[in-house]
């Protein structure tokens, strides 16, 4: 479920979700909260589960261009020490291996590698590391000129990554802790949740889990009962430390 929107399919799996934990979606007495006349309330809530499929909740994936440079880095060795590389897949849930043992192949696939992380990375490297500023790298297979990155370069670029991708989740781990704050807010604002306390009840976190684990947005298998999901959403206060304020629980 990759989609920035929920569909209808959806819409109708999370409402027999609120059912089965005594969640009253229609719950109000202001139509207004509706987004528009025809959408109904209890459509109009389940809506605003949205918020976690949106691009700018997600990590930021910056796996391809790391492993890429990886993967140079293995092809260097390869060429330098004359031993070639083996390529390991699955093909119909078999692993299949294949032996490349010559250097001209390492070095073709060296040069692929080299022109698809130049092509991914479109000028990222060269305006905040200063890597391929000048002409100094250039390569010439065929009629084709391609930067080969150097050890120095692909170590920094590494290095670079792996703290890119950290941050990414510390983002994403900020963006889950305040979106959730808000669905909470929203649904104890529309009497959808309990409102009388600054706490919510185990179904409501059960419910929000379920829903959460039914879009893909967390993924905790071996959670299986009320009580665990209730722990879980317990503990979501503090996916981020920067954040101050969190959610209490009581059954």
């Known amino acids: 479920m990759n989609a ?7 819409i109708d799996v999370i409402k027999l979700i609120a059912t089965n934990y005594s969640i009253n979606l229609r719950e109000s007495l ?14 109009s809530r389940i809506l605003r589960f949205n918020i976690f499929l949106m691009p700018s909740f997600t990590e ?17 060795d390869s060429i330098r020490e004359k031993k070639g590389f083996t390529i390991t897949f699955k093909k119909h849930n078999k692993k299949q291996t294949i032996e490349l043992a010559d250097n001209n192949i390492s070095t073709r696939f060296r040069h692929l590698a080299n022109e698809l992380l130049d092509d991914i990375q479109d000028g990222e490297y060269e305006h905040l590391l200063g890597i391929g500023e000048d002409q100094d790298g250039l390569s010439i297979i065929g009629n084709r000129k391609t930067r080969l990155y150097t050890i120095e370069e692909l170590n920094e670029i ?3 990554e792996k703290g890119e991708a950290e941050n990414s989740k510390i983002t994403a781990k900020n963006n889950f802790s305040n979106q959730l704050k808000y669905l909470i807010s929203s649904f104890k604002k529309d009497k959808v949740f309990n ?22 947005v967390i ?20 996916l981020c430390k920067r954040q101050t304020t969190g959610f209490r629980f009581y059954t």
């Open 4 to 10: 920035t929107k929920l569909s209808n399919e959806q």
């Open 30 to 43: 202001l139509a207004e909260n509706c987004f528009n006349n025809e959408m109904s309330l209890d459509k």
């Open 60 to 76: 930021k994936d910056n796996s391809q261009k790391l492993k890429l440079a990886k993967l140079i880095t293995l092809l260097n």
């Open 158 to 160: 590494m290095k670079y």
């Open 195 to 216: 409102s009388n306390t600054k706490t919510i009840k185990t179904n409501e976190a059960c419910f929000i889990y379920d829903v959460l684990s039914y879009l893909n």
């Open 219 to 238: 993924n905790e298998d071996e959670i299986i009962n009320s009580q665990e999901k209730y722990q879980y959403m317990g503990l979501s206060k503090i």
